[in-house]
Nanobody, 115 residues
Framework: QVQVVESGGGRVQPGGSLIVSCAAS????????IEWFRQAPGKKREWVGG???????DVENAMKGRYTIRRVIGNNTVFLKIDNLKPDDTSVYYC?????????WGQGTQVTVSS
């Protein structure tokens, strides 16, 4: 079993930056991926990007340039940095820990972009 906890959300003004984190603990296998998703009010959950245990990252094309994913090697923590925040970035941000056929989700963290 794997526990996933997101943190770092909050209210930010347009143009600002924010870092949200995802910490995984429990039975962590050596090969996994941590994926970020977001869900805006009234919209479907959408994929933001992810990083594998080997360190390779990928970000959804429309978000490249503003969304950056990094990890802390050794403690299964992944960070999502969002620059030049826009009101449309307002969403609940979730991470998913994926290992083989299993995926584990956190409770999400709210990011609100408003002036």
């Amino acid at each position: 079993q794997v526990q996933v906890v997101e943190s770092g959300g909050g209210r930010v003004q347009p143009g600002g930056s924010l870092i949200v984190s995802c910490a995984a603990s429990g039975s962590i296998s050596s090969r996994y991926e941590i994926e970020w998703f977001r869900q805006a009010p009234g919209k479907k959950r959408e994929w933001v990007g992810g990083i594998g245990s080997c360190g390779i990252t990928d970000v959804e094309n429309a978000m490249k340039g503003r969304y950056t994913i990094r990890r802390v090697i050794g403690n299964n923590t992944v960070f999502l940095k969002i620059d030049n925040l826009k009101p449309d970035d307002t969403s609940v941000y979730y991470c998913s820990f994926v290992a083989g056929p299993n995926d584990y989700w956190g409770q999400g963290t709210q990011v609100t972009v408003s002036s």
